[in-house]
């Protein structure tokens, strides 16, 4: 990246970045697993200054709970600006087990996409959270001379 393009990237106040993770819902879920990184969609809700979500027995449930930090990062598209945007939030992940804690969760608009059980719920809380701002490059910018190239059909 270049002095010119940097200079266009902007540092999100906090604040901005949890406005973009009430709106978003979406995002990824990084964790540790054995001897290497993984990543899970995630949806998920704010809750408090932390991100709640819903999760089944597995790997990512099993990965998040290990104490190892996990990071969660969503990002975005703003169409009137040709800004995409991205937050990273990084922190810790606890199972909700507390019955008053437990019977608040279930008041959220956490409504998980894929049908199952998803009886645990996990609070991510942050010790970091940050973001960015930036313009999205005009697809032009990166045309090559083999850009307009012919391809094979695909297979």
């Known amino acids: ?69 996990v990071a969660v990062e969503i990002d975005g598209y703003d169409a009137s600006s040709a800004q995409g945007w991205s937050v990273v939030l990084k922190g810790r992940a606890e199972r909700i087990q507390q019955i008053q804690e437990l019977t608040d969760t279930l008041d959220l608009p956490l409504f998980p996409w894929q049908s199952g ?11 970091l959270v940050t973001g960015r701002r930036f313009p999205v490059a005009d697809p032009g910018e990166w045309r090559t001379p083999v850009s307009e190239a012919r391809r094979a059909p695909d297979e």
């Open 1 to 69: 990246m270049t002095d010119e393009h940097a200079s266009h990237v902007e540092d999100l106040p906090v604040h901005t970045c949890w406005e973009l993770l009430r709106d978003a819902g979406v995002g990824r879920l990084a964790v540790w697993v054995e001897d290497h990184p993984d990543i899970f969609p995630i949806n998920f809700v704010v809750d408090h200054g932390t991100l709640v979500f819903r999760s089944a027995e597995g790997t990512k449930l099993a990965a998040a709970l290990t104490g190892v930090p």
């Open 117 to 127: 059980r998803k009886g645990s719920f996990v609070r991510v809380v942050p010790g």
